[in-house]
């Protein structure tokens, strides 16, 4: 029986001569050599950090896009109410003229519709209320 | 000791001022604290030195990719030997993909402590491949890495207390093995 500290010695004498050889100076060459290779590929590329802000900020483009032209479009049916009689008047061929000029068509289809529910309603529907069929 | 953690923070600090640097030198840096312990670290894991070799590549290869978040890192032996595990497994993995077709042969080679041992190196590699890996790990740090238990500790995620009694249980499984005597 061999004391512990004697064995634990022992032990650790046979392992560090079966030692495996440390990395060799090929082996450094070539890894850092794909490394650098590596190291030079990131740089080239967008910082990986902030790739996933390019969805978002898709997102949020495309949803500020949207409420821009739904603000706009209440903003224009606010300022350009357009006095029903007059669009039963002009007839639904009128509202279509309109929105081909690029005049707010659906100031004149929430005014048309403003006289009677549903609260919102179509180009067509604006358009059979005036009497028309377009 | 304490000298030698001082020493052991100023090469940390100087890893991450290459890492978090443009020029791609900055990895020599990184290859001088890492490379022999590393791949010690690999050789447990593997037990093929070819295969060590490619896995210690990749490894640097993911250092290269992955810099500006090791450098930020607040654990940077952890993250590092993270990447080394996680090669590892895939490397084991692949290895066996590939032998799939002789699988009991490539078990077998997987298992060296079956190996007949042929000589004096032989018998050490078989006895250090019948440990359990947790105990591999940390005898292949300390006696060929050179590291101390505080720096196994950091890299392999676990208490200093742990590392220790992990090397000391290694240590009577390798008496037993090696020396033929019980504690």
Not at chain 1, 86 to 110: C, D, K, L, M, T
Not at chain 1, 124 to 131: E, V
Not at chain 2, 147 to 159: E, G, H, Q, Y
Request: proline share 6%; with cysteine; hydrophobic share 50%.
């Amino acid at each position: 029986m061999i004391r512990d500290a004697d064995a634990g010695r022992l032990v650790e004498a046979r392992l560090r001569a079966a030692a495996p050889p440390r990395p060799d100076p090929a082996l450094e060459a070539r890894v850092l050599r794909a490394a650098r290779a590596a190291w030079r590929d990131t740089d080239r590329e967008a910082p990986a950090g902030l790739v996933w802000l390019w969805p978002v900020a898709a997102a949020a483009a495309v949803l500020l896009a949207v409420g821009a032209a739904q603000s706009s479009d209440r903003l224009l049916a606010r300022r350009a109410p357009v006095d029903p009689g007059a669009a039963r008047a002009a007839g639904a061929g009128a509202v279509w003229a309109a929105h081909e000029a690029g005049a707010p068509w659906r100031a004149f289809a929430r005014a048309a519709a403003a006289r009677r529910p549903p609260m919102w309603c179509s180009l067509r529907d604006a358009g059979a209320f005036l009497g028309e069929d377009g | 000791m304490k000298d030698a953690r001082v020493d052991d923070e100023t090469e940390s600090e100087a890893i991450r001022a290459a890492l978090g640097g443009d020029a791609p030198a900055g990895i020599e840096v990184v290859w001088r604290r890492y490379a022999h312990p590393l791949f010690m670290f690999l050789l447990g894991r593997l037990r093929r030195r070819a295969d060590a070799e490619d896995a210690l590549q990749e490894v640097f290869v993911k250092i290269a990719r992955k810099r500006r978040a090791i450098a930020a890192a607040r654990n940077l032996d952890g993250y590092v030997y993270a990447i080394a595990r996680h090669e590892a497994a895939t490397l084991v993995r692949r290895r066996v993909r590939r032998e799939a077709v002789a699988a009991a042969a490539a078990r077998e080679r997987l298992d060296a402590s079956d190996a007949p041992p042929a000589g004096e190196a032989d018998e050490v590699r078989a006895a250090l491949a019948a440990l359990p890996a947790a105990q591999r790990d940390v005898v292949m740090l300390k006696l060929y890495g050179d590291m101390t238990f505080d720096a196994i500790a950091r890299a392999l995620r676990i208490p200093a207390n742990t590392a220790a009694s992990r090397y000391r249980y290694a240590i009577a499984r390798l008496r037993t093995t090696l020396l033929g005597d019980r504690p």
